[in-house]
């Protein structure tokens, strides 16, 4: 149950229909977005999308249980309606307000890659010791973030949110929802260049989340990361450095690898990292970091630390009953994530071949070609044997290798894996990518 009334909705509201005195007394369940999902006591919010439109299952909620539908298109039918200018503007608005009812210690997490692993590390850690509310995967946009604010519950104490963008003013948008008082920065790569055309401007629109901050705000800052640290000496902030660059102010003491296996010493402690590459021994540092601010002791952050389980196809690694192992890690690809995976790859230490199934990389509009070649570039500094292409813009990359490497391009799903899979031996891995619209899932789940 939210801490939240029909009368404060409507309060927010252009107007109402069919809604009496009891009705304004009543405490709201939910919101909710999706009409398939809504349960006795919710309130439904009729958004519109592309191939979509809300307004069509208002009426059905209302007769499933929810106690007032918010739309901006008045809907013909007795039933207590809250209308409003625009469904989509009127979500943050609401979030906003709701989220000015608590005194929560709030942190936003941002970067190009690496954000949701970070944020679900921190969560895994916090949670240990207090009541936090955080985004369901990676549910970081203008619809994901002010639902994760509706589960905000009198007992929270901290309020842990994801905000990501693909435009200038997004994160900005986010922020004035969340008022976070503390910011982490992750990294800033070249992701979204389609739509913001210039690193300059990745760094500008994920630095909005550090203009946001109050003046006693604190900034977690990956001080290895070049951009972060060209930008940052324009705001003028208190903030914590952490990495292994000359002069950070959070750092491990050591680590050690094995077959892409990290092991780092926090204060004295010896802390495995649950997740393969280097790449994931950031995800840790800020993730101490984090914990160490709110007086977590050492011994509790690693029990929660070597607990944690990445969630999605995030170098997922899974062993087939053929016995060669897949690296499931299509969720998403952006050419410093794909350079790290092949870093993992290439770092595992296996009996048999390596081989590298290897899709689109978006957003990077007219940097793309640049982009693809280069990935040409890590596969050949590596030490895979085979590579299986699909997609549009893979064809650079394919141009790239052809003359070195055994390399192919697939015009369908069912080929490549048929293909891959009579070459796949017992003591072989395998490494499946590609950017979130290629669907590469439906190579990789047939894999294992």
């Not at 050690?256 to 995800?283: D, E, M, Q, R």
């Amino acid at each position: 149950m939210m801490d939240l009334k029909i009368e404060e909705i409507v309060k927010l509201a252009e107007s109402s229909e069919n809604i009496n005195n009891k009705l304004l007394k009543s405490r709201v369940r939910n919101i909710k977005t999706d009409s398939r999902k809504i349960e006795k006591g919710d309130v439904f919010i009729a958004l519109k999308g592309d191939t979509f439109d809300g307004h069509d299952f208002a009426k059905q909620t209302i007769e499933t249980g929810a106690i007032a539908a918010i739309v901006h298109k008045k809907i013909e039918a007795e039933i207590p309606q809250i209308i409003v200018k625009d469904t989509t503007i009127f979500l943050g608005e609401l979030a906003k307000y709701y989220r000015s009812k608590f005194k929560v210690k709030t942190i936003a997490v941002t970067g190009s890659c690496g954000k949701t692993t970070t944020k679900d590390m921190i969560y895994r850690v916090l949670k240990t010791k207090y009541k936090v509310v955080a985004n369901t995967g990676s549910l970081n946009n203008h619809i994901g973030v002010p639902m994760t604010v509706f589960n905000l519950k009198k007992d929270t104490q901290i309020l842990l949110t994801e905000v990501g963008m693909n435009h200038l003013g997004e994160i900005d948008y986010l922020c004035k929802i969340v008022k976070p008082e503390i910011g982490v920065i992750t990294n800033i790569e070249p992701v979204h260049l389609e739509g913001l055309k210039t690193m300059d401007n990745i760094a500008k629109a994920k630095f909005e989340l550090i203009e946001n901050l109050p003046s006693l705000g604190l900034a977690f800052l990956n001080w290895d990361n070049e951009y972060i640290r060209g930008r940052s000496k324009y705001f003028k902030i208190r903030k914590i450095k952490y990495g292994f660059s000359k002069g950070v102010d959070f750092t491990f003491d050591d680590y050690s690898s094995i077959n892409a296996n990290y092991t780092f010493t926090y204060k004295g402690l010896k802390i495995k990292c649950p997740l393969l590459g280097f790449h994931n021994v950031y995800n840790m540092l800020i993730t101490c970091a984090i914990a160490e601010y709110f007086l977590m002791k050492p011994e509790e952050i690693k029990k929660a630390i070597e607990q944690f389980k990445p969630t999605g196809r995030r170098l997922k690694i899974v062993k087939s009953k053929d016995g060669y192992t897949v690296i499931d890690d299509c969720y998403n690809a952006n050419p410093t994530a794909v350079k790290n995976a092949i870093q993992v790859l290439k770092d595992l230490k296996i009996k048999g071949k390596k081989y590298f199934v290897f899709g689109d990389m978006g957003e990077l509009g007219v940097y793309s070609k640049y982009y693809h070649k280069l990935i040409g570039e890590y596969i050949l500094d590596s030490d895979i044997a085979e590579v299986f292409l699909k997609g549009d813009n893979i064809k650079h990359t394919y141009s790239f290798i052809k003359k070195k490497i055994p390399a192919k391009i697939y015009d369908d799903f069912d080929s490549l894996t048929n293909e891959l899979k009579n070459k796949l031996q017992k003591g072989d891995c395998v490494l499946v990518k590609a950017s979130r619209f290629m669907k590469f899932e439906n190579i990789s789940s047939k894999l294992y």
